[in-house]
């Protein structure tokens, strides 16, 4: 097993996360909307676990450029729930088979207008579009990715179960956001606080059902288990650019890593 916290070469399987989540939310702006973007290659398939947002748009390009790739190169797209932060940029991928939870969709379709973050009118076209495949509990839904139904973030969450052959992957979506939930068993948006908690139980045995096992949140670095306690791997890159002076030529680089993150990064550099 080759990794670096990013890019992991398992078997057959290369899972290139290009984008890592963040665990954090605006305190007056509303959703940061920061989410897990993984890349998934497997002989002449290659996949993409969520899509991000608007914002995410041009970065998720720009990544895909970086290694080569178009947009018509991505074979499938798999969306671990509607919510517009992982689901919104699916018709960069038109081409693509997308899968999504038959549940999460038909959810989707019946929330208000204007009310949610569900993307109203992505969903509505996704729901006719050629392309699409309606996943349910324990369908394949790419060589060796099996989709497990996880409710509470949403009613119809996936969580994606990757089986190389030495370990698993899991990508957990907004099922398990990241690293406080899984130790609380708590999640700050659920619709119901007991599916949730029993979801992210289940979660749990995925993830210690064998060592070495890899999880990958929708919100923050991916993870290992050691002695039980979940380990980071990789390195967070979390910054805001503000301009606060009267020439574009003069910014301020403002940090969202914690004190002990940024005085680690600093000594690495």
């Known amino acids: 097993m080759d990794q670096d916290g990013k890019v992991f070469r398992i078997g ?5 996360i290009i984008v890592h989540g963040f665990p954090g939310k605006s305190v007056c702006h ?7 973007i993984a890349l998934i290659s497997h002989k002449d398939r290659i996949a993409l676990v969520d899509v991000g947002s608007f914002g995410q748009r041009s970065l998720l390009q720009e990544q895909l450029a970086e290694r080569g790739l178009k947009p018509n190169d991505i074979t499938d797209v798999l969306l671990t729930h509607s919510h517009y932060d992982h689901s919104v940029n699916w018709p960069l991928f038109r081409h693509a088979r ?6 999460e969709l038909d959810w989707s379709l019946q929330q208000p207008w ?3 973050v569900v993307p109203e009118f992505y969903m509505q076209e996704l729901a006719k579009w050629p392309t699409l495949q309606k996943v349910g509990d324990g369908d394949e ?4 990715i099996t989709a497990h139904m996880s409710p509470g973030h949403t009613p119809g969450s996936l969580v994606f179960v990757l089986d190389t052959g030495e370990g698993d992957m899991i990508f957990t979506g907004d099922a398990c956001k990241n690293r406080a939930e ?17 979801t992210i ?3 749990w045995a995925l993830w210690s059902a064998r060592p070495g096992n890899i999880l990958v949140p929708g919100h923050d670095l991916p993870m290992v288990l050691e002695d039980g306690v979940p380990r980071y791997l990789g390195t967070r890159e979390a910054a805001i650019r503000a301009w606060y002076a009267e020439d574009l030529n003069q910014t301020t680089i403002i940090s ?13 550099e």
Do not use: K
């Open 141 to 144: 839904v790419f060589p060796g």
């Open 30 to 36: 509303g959703s940061l909307g920061f989410s897990t």
């Open 12 to 16: 057959d399987y290369e899972i290139d």
């Open 201 to 203: 139980e289940g979660i």
């Open 182 to 198: 899984l130790l609380s068993r708590a999640a700050d948006m659920t619709y119901d606080a007991a599916a949730t908690q029993a």
């Open 98 to 103: 997308i899968a999504i939870g038959g549940a």
């Open 114 to 116: 204007g009310e949610t």
């Open 256 to 268: 969202l890593l914690p004190d002990n993150e940024a005085v680690a990064r600093s000594a690495a």
